[in-house]
């Protein structure tokens, strides 16, 4: 009886162990059946396919012999974050998609297809180029869009990496696409927001002067202002970019009030760009008091926000308020469009930002040829350094382009991140 009660538990526990084993099979089959199935797909199917851009340059393409990129090494790595490589080692890129498509990859059936594949992105790879060289040993983000058609000309971020050299040792967070996958302290592009609630909730805000003398007190707590504005319209507070104007609009706002602004504007949202998710920004949406709200309405404080939900905020603008869908891709459908802003909203933000230019950033000088409107940041990070940003867009029937460029830790907004925009959008209207 002893025997048949031990063969009886030895037989469970290996039927158990197999019950295990297949679990353990089936878990790791569902995360990684398709990086077998395309390991195996790439040496044994006859499936092929090409990513061009816009202007029909090979970006990448593959064969059951090869894996291969573009033939210039610096368009490897301005492009890299949009094409990605073909092991996914960054998560923005559309190659790893595109190439499982190709030889339609299933949990179930494997790869069956045996087709050759292209794709055509929006992105003008040499623009890409021009903005990679003028970025240098920074790093940072750049990008470019048509917000007439949501196409994106430009998408570069640094650092990259050459993804035809299997063997080089990459840059920190060279993997990391700060178009897309990162989050940022936005410093003062953060008050187009304000602005925008500011308009929509203060019926006299245009009526209003602001004082400024570099500082003013909240609750007994200080906010610095980085100049001495004295009396100014609200106009002149977003051209002056002024602390203290932008503390108080904030206080007179409320927290619930931008908080709900942020969000109507997606800045907290994790966006889908032909599925590749984004990052979230951030704002503080408990209780914080009125000193620390002041810091949120000026960028500071815990405000996060992500450069591609500011391009889709600035092309909204750009557009009368109506956001056309940002897309990588190349495609014979219509464009999703969304009423972001309302119009009467995004033409007063689009007065204003011409204004900043025209009479605060040396419009005629620093972007010659260029009608441009924008919005500088210089996001104090809290050592001594900040992120400098430059946003806008293009007002040009012929090149409606709107515009993020970010340089972490580059300093003022104006200076450096305000000098790459104008070299990428010198190049973009020229092209």
Same mark, same amino acid.
């Given at each position: 009886m002893k025997k048949i009660t031990?063969?009886?538990?030895?037989?469970?526990?290996?039927?158990? /162990?197999? $019950?295990?084993?297949?679990? %353990? !099979?089936?878990?790791?089959?569902?995360?990684? &059946?398709?990086?077998?199935?395309?390991? !195996?797909?790439?040496? *044994?199917?006859?499936s092929s396919g090409e990513v061009f851009d816009r202007n029909g340059v090979v970006l990448a393409s593959f064969s059951a012999d090869e894996k291969q990129y573009a033939q210039n090494e610096l368009t490897r790595r301005a492009n890299y974050h949009v094409t990605g490589d073909y092991w996914g080692r960054t998560g923005s890129g559309i190659l790893r998609s595109f190439q499982s498509g190709a030889y339609d990859y299933s949990l179930l059936r494997g790869t069956t297809k045996s087709q050759n594949h292209s794709m055509t992105l929006n992105i003008d790879s040499e623009l890409n180029n021009i903005a990679y060289e003028a970025m240098g040993n920074r790093k940072g983000a750049v990008l470019v869009s048509n917000y007439k058609t949501g196409e994106i000309l430009a998408l570069m971020s640094t650092p990259s990496i050459d993804p035809a050299d299997e063997n080089a040792e990459p840059a920190e967070g060279a993997y990391i696409n700060r178009c897309l996958s990162a989050a940022f302290v936005p410093g003062s592009v953060f008050k187009l927001i304000t602005t925008a609630a500011a308009i929509e909730n203060i019926p006299d805000i245009f009526?209003?002067?602001?004082?400024?003398?570099?500082?003013?007190?909240?609750?007994?707590?200080?906010?610095?202002?980085?100049?001495?504005?004295?009396?100014?319209? !609200? =106009?002149?507070?977003?051209? *002056?970019?002024?602390?203290?104007? !932008?503390?108080?609009?904030a206080v007179m706002l409320g927290q619930d009030t931008l908080a709900r602004y942020v969000e109507q504007y997606g800045f907290f949202d994790s966006h889908?760009? *032909?599925g590749i998710h984004t990052a979230k920004g951030s704002f503080p949406t408990e209780f914080v008091g009125d000193? =620390? /709200? %002041?810091? %949120?309405? $000026? &960028?500071?404080?815990?405000? /996060?926000?992500?450069?591609?939900?500011?391009?889709?905020f600035v092309s909204a603008i750009g557009n009368g308020g109506v956001l056309y869908e940002p897309s990588l891709v190349k495609s014979d459908s219509s464009p999703k469009t969304t009423r972001l802003i309302e119009s009467d909203t995004a033409d007063k933000l689009k007065q204003m930002m011409s204004y900043n230019v025209a009479a605060h950033y040396?419009?005629? *000088?620093?972007?010659?040829?260029?009608? $441009?409107?924008a919005k500088t940041g210089t996001a104090e990070l809290g050592d001594g350094n900040s992120h400098a940003w430059f946003t806008g867009f293009l007002d040009d029937e012929e090149h409606p382009y709107a515009f993020v460029v970010l340089v972490e830790q580059g300093g003022g907004g104006l200076s450096s991140a305000g000098a790459l925009a104008n070299t990428v959008l010198q190049a973009a209207v020229n092209r």
């Open positions: 031990n063969r009886a538990f030895s037989l469970v526990l290996i039927a158990a /162990l197999v $019950i295990f084993g297949m679990g %353990a !099979f089936i878990v790791r089959y569902v995360q990684h &059946g398709e990086d077998w199935a395309l390991y !195996f797909a790439g040496t *044994n199917s006859d009526d209003r002067s602001f004082y400024c003398e570099g500082k003013y007190q909240i609750a007994g707590v200080d906010i610095t202002c980085s100049g001495t504005h004295y009396n100014q319209s !609200f =106009e002149q507070a977003l051209a *002056n970019s002024c602390n203290v104007a !932008f503390a108080q609009i889908k760009l *032909n000193p =620390e /709200l %002041a810091w %949120a309405g $000026i &960028g500071q404080s815990t405000d /996060l926000m992500c450069p591609y939900s500011m391009l889709r040396d419009g005629q *000088n620093n972007f010659p040829g260029l009608n $441009i409107c």
